[in-house]
């Protein structure tokens, strides 16, 4: 396993997938890339216009992302932190495809109801896209 992209958000779930990937990376000497995605917020009457810009995620991210790396240097590991903006499930896809990955590593938990009925599992939605091996960490 060469290189693993792991989508972080500070939530539980995604604490494990960061620990589940620093275990792996551990026995396999793996380069790990960390991504905290931010959504793509439009204002309501600008019709597509506006939003945030991808190249200036919001500070919450970027906490996040130091959180992890945090984490990971308490383990004597490194990772590439790279802050993402869009959907989450698509920014994590083309994180791999961008730096080469072998293994996408997400944490999952239980869908609401709500979820359930759209279907908008971030880790199912990788697992589908994604042109490499996807651990999901329950």
Known sequence: MKTIV????????SQRALERAAD???K???RLVVTSVS??????GTHGTGGIDPTDPPEQHQAELEQAKGYLSGRNLSAELQPASGDAADAIVEAAEQTGATLIVVGTREPGT???LLGTSVSQSVS???HCDVLIVH
């Open 28 to 30: 396999f000497g793996s």
């Open 39 to 44: 959504p793509v917020l439009i204002p309501s």
């Open 114 to 116: 709500l979820e359930r």
């Open 24 to 26: 792996i990376a551990e």
């Open 6 to 13: 792991v989508g972080y958000d500070n939530t539980e779930p």
């Open 128 to 130: 589908k896209h994604a």
